[in-house]
């Protein structure tokens, strides 16, 4: 059941929650303790078997500002279709339930917000493993249509545009724009953000870090399957499609994102599968021409051109390799290596 509100407020805030019985009092927590207070909490239930419910419900018989709707089991992105329906605030924003924001989050994001009429506010966020990503690069933080393809390549060089839990965005914005997270599909907050752009909005970047990000290493988007790696390139293919001027970028994050495929392979396949994927994936005449054209600035950038234009399969299985044992075994040493 649903605790239906009648009055708008400044923000609603919706939080997707599945199988979460150990971090979802922390999340709620974060939330319900901010330093601002005209907010909805918007607590989706996505049939979720363990504890998570009797949490939840506790949490909502002590605060009349969370409405708790509970549902049957349709992944996060139908989860977060149905939180922007709900949505009764001006502004929106998602926090998943292993996450959790600094007190004054919602305040400084919504003071930026009106202050600069902005369709989306984006703001860097912490790791749990204490990395910190900052957004506070050299371009202008009011990006719009003039300048936002030239601010795309920072931003997606930072995973600060991908994700939907570091943004506030204004909730007429998105009604109007109308787009939909993909229902059971990969990488769904990708391609919502990246859809978004073909409408213009204006974006503020700041460069505080309000989200922690908890990161699970046992997450689905760490494991290799089929789909993944057709929806990986298609997200590669949108990036291309909604910017203009970058495409030496587009490129090399296509092969970047093959790359990162083929090392999460390393998770469940046989040295010779892994082989034979690599084949098929650099044989391509799509992997040929962008290993061609593709062109970005630092050490790991180089390498991974280097890999892809050598053509290969011993050299890309060697490289893809690396890049699991750094990313899975090494993840401090990844850190580095990643940002030369």
């Not at 919706?14 to 927590?29: A, F, G, Q």
């Not at 009764?88 to 959790?100: A, L, M, W």
């Not at 600035?297 to 893809?320: D, E, P, R």
């Given at each position: 059941?649903?605790?239906?509100?009648?009055?708008?407020?400044?923000?609603?805030?919706?939080?997707?929650?599945?199988?979460?019985?150990?971090?979802?009092?922390?999340?709620?927590?974060?939330?319900?303790?901010?330093?601002?207070?005209?907010?909805?909490?918007?607590?989706?239930?996505?049939?979720?078997?363990?504890?998570?419910?009797?949490?939840?419900?506790?949490?909502?018989?002590?605060?009349?500002?969370?409405?708790?709707?509970?549902?049957?089991?349709?992944?996060?992105?139908?989860?977060?279709?149905?939180?922007?329906?709900?949505?009764?605030?001006?502004?929106?924003?998602?926090?998943?339930?292993?996450?959790?924001?600094?007190?004054?989050a919602?305040?400084?994001?919504?003071?930026?917000?009106?202050?600069?009429?902005?369709?989306?506010?984006?703001c860097?966020?912490?790791?749990?493993?204490?990395?910190?990503?900052?957004?506070?690069?050299?371009?202008?933080?009011?990006?719009?249509?003039?300048n936002?393809?030239?601010?795309?390549?920072?931003?997606?060089?930072?995973?600060?545009?991908?994700?939907?839990?570091?943004k506030?965005?204004?909730?007429?914005?998105l009604?109007?724009?109308?787009?939909?997270?993909?229902?059971?599909?990969?990488?769904?907050?990708?391609?919502?953000?990246?859809?978004?752009?073909r409408?213009?909005?204006?974006?503020?970047?700041?460069?505080?870090?309000?989200?922690?990000?908890?990161?699970?290493?046992?997450?689905?988007?760490?494991?290799?399957?089929?789909?993944?790696?057709?929806?990986?390139?298609?997200r590669?293919?949108l990036?291309?499609?909604?910017?203009?001027?970058?495409?030496?970028?587009?490129?090399?994050?296509?092969?970047?994102?093959?790359?990162?495929?083929?090392?999460?392979?390393?998770?469940?396949?046989?040295?010779?599968?892994?082989?034979?994927?690599?084949?098929?994936?650099?044989?391509?005449?799509?992997?040929?021409?962008a290993?061609?054209?593709?062109?970005?600035s630092?050490?790991?950038?180089?390498?991974?051109?280097?890999?892809?234009?050598?053509?290969?399969?011993?050299?890309?299985?060697?490289?893809?390799?690396?890049?699991?044992?750094?990313?899975?075994?090494?993840?401090?040493?990844?850190?580095v290596?990643?940002?030369?």
């Amino acid at each position: 059941m649903a605790k239906y509100f009648t009055d708008m407020c400044k923000i609603s805030v919706v939080v997707p929650v599945y199988n979460c019985e150990r971090t979802i009092s922390k999340c709620l927590s974060s939330i319900l303790n901010q330093d601002f207070k005209d907010f909805e909490l918007i607590i989706i239930n996505d049939g979720s078997p363990d504890n998570s419910e009797e949490i939840c419900n506790l949490f909502a018989s002590r605060d009349d500002r969370i409405r708790y709707i509970r549902r049957e089991n349709g992944g996060l992105a139908a989860v977060r279709n149905l939180g922007l329906s709900e949505a009764k605030g001006e502004y929106i924003c998602f926090v998943d339930s292993d996450d959790y924001i600094e007190k004054n989050a919602l305040s400084f994001m919504l003071g930026v917000a009106e202050r600069e009429n902005s369709d989306i506010v984006l703001c860097g966020y912490f790791i749990e493993n204490g990395k910190r990503v900052e957004s506070n690069f050299s371009l202008p933080k009011t990006l719009n249509r003039e300048n936002i393809n030239s601010a795309i390549v920072e931003l997606k060089a930072k995973n600060l545009i991908d994700p939907a839990w570091n943004k506030l965005y204004k909730t007429s914005f998105l009604k109007n724009a109308a787009v939909k997270f993909p229902v059971g599909e990969y990488y769904e907050d990708t391609y919502y953000n990246l859809k978004l752009l073909r409408f213009f909005p204006k974006i503020t970047v700041i460069k505080e870090c309000f989200y922690h990000y908890v990161l699970q290493m046992g997450s689905i988007t760490r494991r290799y399957n089929k789909e993944k790696l057709a929806t990986i390139k298609s997200r590669a293919r949108l990036l291309k499609e909604c910017t203009s001027g970058v495409e030496p970028y587009c490129d090399f994050y296509f092969i970047k994102c093959v790359f990162s495929a083929i090392a999460d392979m390393f998770f469940s396949l046989s040295k010779m599968e892994i082989k034979e994927n690599i084949k098929a994936e650099i044989s391509s005449d799509e992997f040929i021409k962008a290993a061609e054209n593709a062109r970005f600035s630092g050490l790991s950038s180089k390498l991974i051109i280097l890999a892809a234009k050598s053509k290969s399969v011993n050299f890309v299985y060697l490289f893809c390799r690396c890049s699991f044992i750094l990313k899975y075994k090494m993840q401090k040493l990844f850190s580095v290596v990643k940002n030369k």
